[in-house]
């Protein structure tokens, strides 16, 4: 008897939380002007600083909170500076995950996004001494693509100007420097091509 009323309080509970959370990303999401899709799923709540664009497709599901994903240490983290772009395709999932854009960043469809991914399409600073001491005026930039059905695992790290062609998987802690095709596995860091891999595999 005991037990189950523990349990159902902890669904009460978690049913409120989930209902709050809600809305709070909801007014979140509106304040940012963030375009959002249909049966959008967020659990927890994001962190967002948008002035750019950033679109989110229907179906979307984001995992924001240890609750929801055991190896999400951190909420997920959505930056787009001045004229960037941030897409996220119909139907892919993200968890604890951070994309920060200063051109474009594009995610397909169906794209599963792993816990601790970060996603930058800049280096931030510029390489040489002088310049980061004098304004990093030399800021190396470029769009990074994700196409549909990708598997990106837990805690990859991909750089700028990467493109990742459709079916390819990305093995966890890896670090994507260079482009992959379609269909294909990489791991390591740098990644390098693995094998190729098999549909339904």
Known sequence: MIKSIV???FRIYYFINRWITTKINKL?????????GDSVMING??????????????????????RYNPISHHPCSFYTSENAVIEIGDKSGLSGCTLYSVKKIHIGKRVL???????YDTDF?????????????NIKSSPVYIYDDCFIGANVTILKGVTIGAGSVV???SVV??????????????ARYIRDTIYGE
């Open 171 to 173: 093995a966890a802690c």
């Open 45 to 66: 709540i994001l962190h967002i600083v948008n002035k750019g664009e950033i679109k989110i497709g229907n179906g979307v599901k984001i995992n924001s909170s240890l």
């Open 125 to 137: 600073h510029s390489l040489l001494v002088d310049e980061r001491l004098n304004g990093d005026s």
């Open 113 to 119: 996004i792993g816990a601790g991914v970060n996603i």
């Open 28 to 36: 979140r999401l509106k304040a940012n002007s963030v375009e959002l």
């Open 177 to 190: 420097t260079k482009n992959i095709g379609e269909n294909e596995l990489w791991a390591g860091n740098p």
């Open 7 to 9: 349990v159902y309080s």
